[in-house]
């Protein structure tokens, strides 16, 4: 891929980071996923060449280790120090989508809920060994997924994974999205009709304590006007023609 030609380190970061599906590669990351795997799971729609690309890419620049997967197949992926660092960039562009940048229906992929969900989810704290949760999406392609969470690790299942039914679930996507945020609380959702609950008392009250932990998901302050005469910020040591002027 061809670089940008500048010396400036927000080009030659931009490079490496700001390539397509390299953001969410790096997240995942972060969210301790190891294997290519469960690095395409929370990918939907990346190929496997494009993601065999881009961690090659990420390899090259140090930005990831590559190491044999202990149990004999494939590999697995870790962050180098380097890639560490970009946890910071990632927070800051989570926290700048999540003030400014509004929800389209395109984003409400109900798999990718559930998959965040389970990342996000405190295993070490379930009531039981295994609970498992059958979630109908009206508005989904697939239509109904499970949530399969055993303590030391949750996983999002297309096919029922042979268990017994805790709960049961009834929501559209955006509803799902509301709650996994923390912006309507189960609740309150439960009360307005947008998610529908059947089973036990202590499943509810576990599947609330899953929602509510993305990082992102607290209240998103009042947009702020224009300033004065209409400008908008730029970073230090760039003019309005685009040329920065080095410091």
Same mark, same amino acid.
């Given at each position: 891929?061809?670089?940008?030609?500048?010396?400036?380190?927000?080009?030659?970061?931009?490079?490496?980071?700001?390539?397509?599906?390299?953001?969410?590669?790096?997240?995942?990351?972060?969210?301790?996923?190891?294997?290519?795997?469960?690095?395409?799971?929370?990918?939907?729609?990346?190929?496997?060449?494009?993601?065999?690309?881009?961690?090659?890419?990420?390899?090259?620049?140090?930005?990831?280790?590559?190491?044999?997967?202990?149990?004999?197949?494939?590999?697995?992926?870790?962050?180098?120090?380097?890639?560490?660092?970009?946890?910071?960039?990632?927070?800051?562009?989570?926290?700048?989508?999540?003030?400014?940048?509004?929800?389209?229906?395109?984003?409400?992929?109900?798999?990718? !809920?559930?998959?965040?969900?389970?990342?996000?989810?405190?295993?070490?704290?379930?009531?039981?060994?295994?609970? %498992?949760?059958?979630?109908?999406?009206?508005?989904?392609?697939?239509?109904?997924?499970?949530?399969?969470?055993?303590?030391?690790?949750?996983?999002?299942?297309? /096919?029922?994974?042979?268990?017994?039914?805790?709960? %049961? !679930?009834?929501?559209?996507?955006?509803?799902?999205?509301?709650?996994?945020?923390?912006? !309507?609380?189960?609740?309150?959702?439960?009360?307005?009709?947008?998610?529908?609950?059947?089973?036990?008392?202590?499943? /509810?009250?576990?599947?609330?304590?899953?929602?509510?932990?993305?990082?992102?998901?607290?209240?998103?302050?009042?947009?702020?006007?224009?300033?004065? +005469?209409?400008?908008?910020?730029?970073?230090? +040591?760039?003019?309005?023609?685009?040329?920065?002027?080095?410091?």
């Amino acid at each position: 891929m061809r670089g940008y030609g500048q010396y400036c380190p927000i080009a030659r970061g931009a490079e490496i980071f700001a390539t397509r599906w390299t953001p969410i590669i790096v997240r995942n990351l972060l969210a301790g996923c190891t294997t290519f795997g469960e690095i395409r799971e929370g990918a939907p729609g990346i190929s496997t060449a494009v993601l065999s690309a881009r961690l090659r890419q990420l390899e090259s620049h140090g930005v990831i280790r590559r190491t044999a997967n202990p149990s004999g197949r494939g590999a697995r992926y870790e962050l180098t120090d380097a890639g560490a660092g970009l946890g910071e960039v990632c927070t800051a562009l989570g926290i700048w989508g999540a003030r400014w940048l509004e929800l389209a229906p395109e984003h409400l992929d109900a798999h990718t !809920v559930l998959w965040t969900v389970c990342r996000l989810m405190d295993t070490a704290a379930l009531p039981r060994e295994r609970v %498992v949760v059958r979630f109908d999406v009206r508005d989904a392609r697939t239509g109904r997924f499970w949530i399969l969470a055993k303590r030391g690790g949750a996983e999002v299942c297309v /096919k029922p994974p042979g268990h017994d039914e805790d709960l %049961v !679930v009834r929501a559209g996507s955006r509803a799902l999205v509301d709650w996994q945020m923390g912006w !309507v609380p189960l609740g309150n959702a439960e009360r307005a009709g947008t998610i529908v609950l059947e089973g036990p008392v202590w499943a /509810k009250r576990e599947l609330a304590r899953w929602g509510g932990r993305h990082p992102f998901g607290v209240p998103r302050a009042a947009r702020p006007g224009p300033p004065p +005469g209409g400008r908008t910020g730029r970073p230090a +040591g760039v003019s309005g023609t685009g040329r920065g002027t080095a410091r």
